[in-house]
């Protein structure tokens, strides 16, 4: 898939380990308006099941796109609400 949306802002959590992408990645959507798309950037491979888990699970985010980009995993989260 290729990203054909608007980026807002990035967020970028490399280096950190479970559970902080998906801690951070939640804090920073918190912060988000409505319509707004959030760029995730990861090393944390495990981030990839963990972000689509937590979108899926959490009312006001969709999970967009993800990406893994050498050993960088892109998430794309748009607001919902």
Not at 14 to 21: D, H, L, T, V, W
Not at 44 to 72: H, K, N, P
């Amino acid at each position: 898939m290729s990203a054909e949306f608007d980026i807002t802002e990035t967020l970028d959590v490399k280096g950190a380990s479970c559970p902080m992408p998906v801690v951070k990645t939640k804090s920073a959507a918190d912060e988000l308006a409505e319509g707004d798309v959030l760029e995730v950037l990861s090393t944390d491979s495990g981030s990839m099941s963990d972000i689509e888990g937590w979108a899926a699970g959490t009312g006001g985010v969709e999970l967009l796109d993800q990406q893994a980009d050498g050993d960088v995993y892109k998430h794309y989260v748009r607001k919902t609400e």
